[in-house]
């Protein structure tokens, strides 16, 4: 990469791996079961999420296929202790009637033998199911991220203007968590649930039909009950999670701008904005999980009941010798495993809930319009002669009648042309919001325009690919960017294949070398993450040697030497005037002493040149520039 990148795109940019991150799922009991926000359109959100496991479709079948196992064998042992019970209970009628047959203690052991056997195999196989779900889970959330970081740098620079760093970094980090919390949850429980609730409705068929309707007769009040604490605490679980979001925004806010925060003395205010976030929060999350807390009383008191009215009618049948003692004993922990059934249910739709919200955000953001896919047709000759096809960047650009606004409705630039030959220095001056950056954003095609063209060596700069266009620029930004590394490397981000003697050099030439070999480890000290063990001066000095390590064919300077000293900047200007020899440079600058050797001043306002020339012809019109130069040395009357 040849450019220095716009601080606004540290989180795309900065060339640090993305690593994987395994998930975890949630356990069972109230908290299991709280509210999350809704997907907007949940079937075509499931849909979307169905076709992306596709890849894992073996596992998930397996899955599958391992939750029913561990059910069935779960649901086959009251059935199998109730025979158990049975002989414990003749055994002690014989002794009690005074018979010569005691319990069968043999038979017991057999019965319990095979009982373990049973629950031993149903651990295996939920086991089993538990660490495949474990894994595709974990996989599906290392290809999102991934997925979501290579959309990141497919994004035009217009979605950025209008989204937050913290809702696309929430993409990354908090929807892909929950995708994989709830993904690895919700398959297993739905499949033993419902694999749960079939089997033991046919066991307790098969035990007694009337104390299975008593049975039924719950459901309908288990299921009122769980819809109304749902939709009663869904309100409160929505404004949770919105200010959960304010909350974050407003910390990640006011910790990247401590500085200037301490400055103003705003400390206050900024503890009484994150006051209120963190009330409404607490109260939203105390109602919320009140209220779906109730969940389970309500449901116990229901089960109760049932128990009750179940033990009533399983004596009855019992002293009429329809239904045996061990019948009634498997029959309640049939009735026991039949109503969680209906819990876990309602927590998963609640938890399909929160995956189809999270998957609708994440796949909201990958169908994120992209650039305009590059259609090349001009291939660059980088250096030496120009094979057949190759075209030979001299640095011959021009702007015809060039119209763009970042809202189609509102244009910064109405009618912009010039022409610029190769190895000229052209400044663009202006009042603050002429539209100067605006111009050099569009040259090196962050933007698209709206009408008109710019052209290099006769071609549209849209018959270039977008990495062959942007490679021909070396760009120094009044913001800087340094990421967390070397200073050496730091350089080097300006041209990756560069030796350590390039890189010297450059440094060299850019009189940053003196400074950085007074530093600790010199050229391998590692800046921090903000690189503020580094002045403002001694940073932009870096960021000017990436670029002159870069060899660009034409260079941006966006008020290059605005941070550094005038003894400095002297001696910048010099390595600059140097650097800038045979090549086309463009310079935006408010400090118009800086720029009075330009071959060319081009003044814009408005979005219009207004004026164009060289500093003394500008200056002898006495017009726009003229103004424009005077005004720095006027007293401002107070």
Request: overall charge neutral.
């Amino acid at each position: 990469m040849k450019k220095e990148n716009n601080s606004n795109n540290q989180p795309s940019q900065a060339p640090r791996p993305m690593k994987p991150r395994g998930g975890g799922g949630r356990g069972h009991g109230p908290m299991a079961m709280m509210p999350g926000e809704k997907a907007k359109d949940f079937k075509n959100s499931m849909k979307k999420l169905i076709a992306y496991l596709s890849v894992y479709k073996i596992q998930i079948i397996t899955v599958m296929l391992f939750a029913m196992l561990s059910a069935v064998f779960t649901i086959v042992g009251p059935k199998v202790l109730a025979q158990a019970t049975n002989e414990l209970f003749s055994g002690m009628m014989n002794i009690v009637s005074g018979g010569t047959q005691g319990i069968n203690f043999t038979r017991i052991a057999q019965i319990l033998m095979l009982l373990l056997g049973l629950y031993l195999v149903s651990t295996l196989f939920m086991y089993l199911q538990g660490f495949i779900m474990t894994d595709v889970s974990a996989k599906v959330s290392y290809d999102l991220r991934n997925a979501i970081a290579a959309k990141i740098n497919k994004l035009p620079l217009k979605y950025f203007d209008t989204t937050t760093h913290g809702e696309v970094l929430s993409r990354v980090t908090n929807d892909v968590d929950m995708l994989n919390q709830t993904l690895n949850q919700s398959i297993t429980e739905i499949i033993s649930s419902i694999t749960t609730m079939i089997g033991v409705l046919i066991m307790m068929l098969s035990i007694s039909w009337s104390m299975t309707l008593i049975a039924l007769g719950i459901l309908p009040l288990s299921f009122i009950l769980v819809t109304f604490t749902v939709k009663k605490s869904q309100k409160y679980f929505r404004a949770q999670q919105e200010y959960l979001g304010h909350l974050n925004g407003h910390v990640e806010e006011m910790y990247g701008g401590h500085i200037v925060i301490k400055a103003f003395n705003r400390e206050q205010q900024s503890i009484e904005k994150f006051e209120e976030y963190n009330n409404e929060l607490f109260r939203s999350g105390w109602k919320s999980q009140f209220i779906s807390g109730l969940m389970m009383p309500m449901m116990h008191f229901v089960t109760n009941v049932g128990y009750v009215l179940i033990c009533v009618l399983g004596a009855y049948l019992t002293t009429r010798g329809a239904l045996t003692v061990g019948g009634i004993q498997a029959f309640i922990q049939y009735l026991r495993s039949f109503t969680q059934p209906v819990t876990q249910i309602a927590n998963i739709t609640n938890v399909l809930q929160q995956t189809a919200a999270a998957s609708e955000r994440i796949f909201e953001f990958l169908d994120e319009q992209e650039e305009e896919p590059d259609h090349p047709r001009v291939s660059v000759c980088w250096n030496g002669k120009p094979q057949e096809g190759q075209l030979q960047i001299e640095g011959n650009v021009e702007f015809s009648h060039v119209r763009f606004g970042y809202d189609p409705n509102k244009m910064i630039i109405n009618d912009f042309s010039a022409v610029i030959h190769k190895g000229q220095k052209v400044a663009l001056v202006g009042p603050t919001g002429a539209g100067k950056t605006t111009i050099v954003k569009l040259l090196m095609r962050f933007y698209e325009l709206n009408d008109g063209c710019i052209l290099i060596e006769g071609h549209d700069i849209r018959e270039f690919a977008r990495d062959d266009l942007r490679s021909l620029f070396g760009m120094v930004l009044q913001d800087t960017w340094l990421y967390n590394n070397t200073i050496m490397e730091n350089i080097r981000y300006g041209k990756l294949d560069a030796t350590d003697e390039e890189v010297i050099a450059a440094a060299r030439a850019a009189q940053a070398d003196h400074f950085i070999r007074t530093l600790p480890d010199s050229y391998q000290m590692i800046l921090n993450e903000e690189a503020t063990n580094v002045s403002q001066g001694q940073k932009q000095l870096l960021t000017i040697a990436r670029a002159i390590l870069s060899d660009p064919k034409i260079l941006i300077l966006d008020e290059a030497t605005s941070s550094v000293d005038t003894r400095t900047e002297i001696l910048i200007q010099k390595a600059m005037d140097h650097l800038m020899e045979g090549r086309t440079s463009f310079v935006i600058a408010h400090r118009l002493s800086t720029i009075k050797n330009a071959d060319l001043i081009l003044c814009l306002d408005q979005g219009d040149i207004v004026e164009q020339g060289t500093h003394e012809e500008l200056l002898k019109k006495g017009g726009f520039y003229a103004n424009l130069y005077n005004s720095q040395f006027e007293k401002i009357a107070i």
